[in-house]
């Protein structure tokens, strides 16, 4: 294993997480609902009237918060290593265990871990799982 020392970047890793945690206590305490990313993007399009506005300025705070951070600093480059087919195949896999798994990453990872749901636990483990037999599969196995 190498670790590129490079890119290792301590402080802002840490002011990214310290920022994620006070803008999901935020709106629960603001919304009273958790900040499941998947379920504000979803319910963007079926939601009520009364509630298409939190939920557009959510998605829009998503879209403009790298715009902000790159005045602070430059935006790394972005590197896929993969063609398009094996995206859309992630893409959809993806979608698929967010709704099996009743909700995503964020929501499970983030703010369920935090408020010790049994429930998100055991789904964030699964998580993690399935991205290193991913890992394994694809890097070890396949190339």
């Given at each position: 294993m190498t670790i590129y020392w490079a890119n290792f970047t301590p402080w802002s890793t840490l002011a990214g997480g310290i920022l994620i945690g006070l803008a999901t206590a935020m709106f629960l305490l603001i919304n009273c609902r958790i900040a499941v990313i998947s379920g504000i993007l979803g319910g963007l399009l079926r939601s009520a009237k009364s509630d298409i506005g939190c939920r557009a300025a959510f998605v829009a705070g998503l879209i403009i918060s790298p715009i902000v951070f790159s005045v602070a600093a430059?935006?790394?480059?972005?590197?896929?290593?993969?063609?398009?087919?094996?995206?859309?195949?992630?893409?959809?896999?993806?979608?698929?265990?967010?709704?099996?798994?009743?909700g995503c990453t964020s929501g499970h990872g983030v703010c369920g871990l935090s408020r010790r749901s049994p429930r998100s636990m055991l789904a964030t483990a699964l998580f993690m799982v399935a991205g290193f037999v991913s890992v394994f599969i694809t890097h070890h196995l396949m190339s």
């Open positions: 430059p935006l790394p480059a972005v590197k896929i290593d993969a063609d398009a087919a094996s995206l859309i195949i992630a893409g959809l896999l993806v979608e698929i265990g967010t709704r099996y798994g009743s």
